[in-house]
């Protein structure tokens, strides 16, 4: 039976009974250093050909000489092709990480979990269910395919006032031998178009943190939807010795006319003081180091260069190139503090509805014009590489 109630700090979530929660470990890790000599280094050998050293002295200088002249002639005559270093990839990629596709390994890993962002379009009972009736797919039924393929998912655009939707989505997971639960917003935003956050999880393999559900404080208006909050725990097997994964997540949806990072009111800008202030509060309450940015920000990799510019914050996915039209440069993203949050494992992924669901090109589009993003960390807490530098009155639900 459902049972709706208020939290600590004001959020309404659906949760199921859940176990007791467990414990984790902490792994160490080991860096090494290089050091390199340069082809001019004073630290050269002596040459074993020493009475001839006088005429080959030259011959190093004379070749370097040589071939830069070579390149001087190839680039005046068109003979070095400059464009095709732009397809090569760098060390310097932000995510660091690499694609994995779900169809080629859809179990969710037993070390690790999988944390995703999905954007549904207008997640709403009525919107599911004119979908359902237009398409002939059962539109609710591929979003719970989708859920369970992580561990915790942070949902945008969630419509209406109840969050009928979140429910049933929980009740059709759970009905299937699931053991999922969600924390739920109130509606955010102007009241032509509100939407509530919504925050989902297996409580077998997790669990929410009693009290650390809230919306961030934006008195000024600054944006459009402030950000949700809630901090989670990995569970781990009884009388395990270590220190499970502790993490928290700002869950975010910007206004897509208040993006352009020309603009006086650029949300993103507005993110990266909220990233840096919520980390903070949440350190010096609560001793909290790892923390995720995700969601639906309307913009693509180069337009966030202002969370980007906070030190070690990277984007993990926002680089990929799918969506359910086609389209590239993808505005969902999931961002880190890579000196901090070691726990990343480096495997990231973007839905393919097609592939991993079986959906026709035109089911998709019924279903959402997004599908998940995602990023894999480990269950298991490991001490940061760096400190990091340096937060509600609206309310949530707690559903059952």
């Given at each position: 039976?459902?049972?709706?109630?208020?939290?600590?700090?004001?959020?309404?979530?659906?949760?199921?009974?859940?176990?007791?929660?467990?414990?984790?470990?902490?792994?160490?890790?080991s860096?090494?250093?290089?050091?390199?000599?340069?082809?001019?280094?004073?630290?050269?050998r002596?040459?074993?050909?020493?009475?001839?050293?006088?005429?080959?002295?030259?011959?190093?200088?004379?070749?370097?000489?040589?071939?830069?002249?070579?390149?001087?002639?190839?680039?005046?005559?068109?003979?070095?092709?400059f464009?095709?270093?732009?397809?090569?990839?760098?060390?310097?990629?932000?995510?660091?990480?690499?694609?994995?596709?779900?169809?080629?390994?859809?179990?969710?890993?037993?070390?690790?979990?999988?944390?995703?962002?999905?954007?549904?379009?207008?997640f709403?009972?009525?919107?599911?269910?004119?979908?359902?009736r237009?398409?002939?797919?059962?539109?609710?039924?591929?979003?719970?395919?989708?859920?369970?393929?992580?561990?915790?998912?942070?949902?945008?655009?969630?419509?209406?006032?109840?969050?009928?939707?979140?429910?049933?989505?929980?009740q059709?997971?759970n009905?299937?031998?699931?053991?999922?639960?969600?924390?739920?917003?109130?509606?955010?935003?102007?009241?032509?178009?509100?939407?509530?956050?919504?925050?989902?999880?297996?409580?077998?393999?997790?669990?929410?943190?009693?009290?650390?559900?809230?919306?961030v404080?934006?008195?000024a208006?600054?944006?459009?939807?402030?950000p949700?909050?809630a901090?989670?725990?990995?569970?781990?097997?009884?009388?395990?010795?270590?220190?499970?994964?502790?993490?928290?997540?700002?869950?975010?949806?910007?206004?897509?006319?208040?993006?352009?990072?020309?603009?006086?009111?650029?949300?993103?800008?507005v993110?990266a003081?909220?990233?840096?202030?919520?980390?903070?509060?949440?350190?010096?309450?609560?001793?909290?180091?790892?923390?995720?940015?995700?969601?639906?920000?309307?913009?693509?990799?180069?337009?966030?260069?202002?969370?980007?510019?906070?030190?070690?914050?990277?984007?993990?996915?926002?680089?990929?190139?799918?969506?359910?039209?086609?389209?590239?440069?993808?505005?969902?993203?999931?961002?880190?503090?890579?000196?901090?949050?070691?726990?990343?494992?480096?495997?990231?992924?973007?839905?393919?509805?097609?592939?991993?669901?079986?959906?026709?090109?035109?089911q998709?589009?019924?279903?959402?014009?997004?599908?998940?993003?995602?990023?894999?960390?480990?269950?298991?807490?490991?001490?940061?590489?760096?400190?990091?530098?340096?937060?509600?009155?609206?309310?949530?639900?707690?559903?059952?």
């Open positions: 039976m459902s049972e709706i109630f208020y939290s600590q700090r004001g959020f309404r979530e659906l949760v199921p009974d859940n176990s007791p929660a467990a414990r984790g470990d902490a792994d160490g890790r860096a090494a250093t290089e050091i390199e000599l340069g082809i001019f280094s004073k630290r050269r002596k040459s074993a050909l020493a009475p001839n050293r006088s005429v080959l002295r030259w011959l190093g200088p004379a070749a370097t000489l040589l071939g830069l002249l070579y390149i001087v002639f190839l680039m005046l005559t068109g003979g070095l092709d464009a095709a270093l732009d397809t090569l990839r760098t060390s310097d990629d932000p995510s660091g990480g690499r694609p994995v596709s779900l169809a080629a390994d859809p179990t969710r890993p037993a070390e690790s979990l999988r944390i995703a962002s999905f954007r549904i379009r207008e709403s009972e009525e919107g599911v269910a004119a979908r359902s237009q398409s002939g797919v059962d539109v609710m039924d591929a979003i719970a395919a989708a859920v369970t393929r992580f561990d915790v998912i942070a949902i945008q655009d969630v419509r209406g006032p109840s969050g009928a939707a979140v429910k049933q989505l929980i059709r997971i009905q299937a031998g699931g053991q999922y639960a969600a924390t739920l917003s109130d509606p955010i935003g102007e009241q032509d178009r509100p939407e509530s956050y919504a925050l989902l999880w297996d409580q077998s393999r997790v669990e929410l943190l009693p009290g650390s559900s809230y919306v404080r934006d008195d208006d600054r944006m459009y939807r402030e949700m909050v901090s989670f725990r990995a569970r781990l097997p009884n009388g395990h010795p270590g220190r499970p994964f502790r993490f928290t997540i700002i869950n975010v949806r910007t206004d897509p006319q208040r993006v352009d990072p020309d603009s006086a009111d650029n949300e993103i800008r993110l003081d909220v990233f840096q202030r919520v980390r903070q509060y949440e350190s010096e309450q609560h001793g909290e180091d790892d923390f995720l940015l995700v969601g639906n920000l309307n913009s693509g990799a180069a337009a966030i260069a202002d969370l980007l510019q906070i030190p070690g914050v990277v984007s993990l996915v926002g680089v990929t190139d799918l969506d359910a039209s086609g389209g590239e440069d993808s505005p969902d993203h999931i961002l880190i503090d890579r000196g901090v949050t070691a726990e990343y494992t480096e495997r990231t992924g973007q839905m393919d509805p097609q592939r991993d669901l079986g959906l026709t090109p035109e998709a589009t019924a279903v959402s014009d997004r599908f998940p993003v995602w990023a894999e960390f480990g269950r298991y807490e490991i001490p940061p590489i760096l400190h990091a530098q340096s937060a509600g009155k609206i309310q949530t639900r707690l559903i059952r």
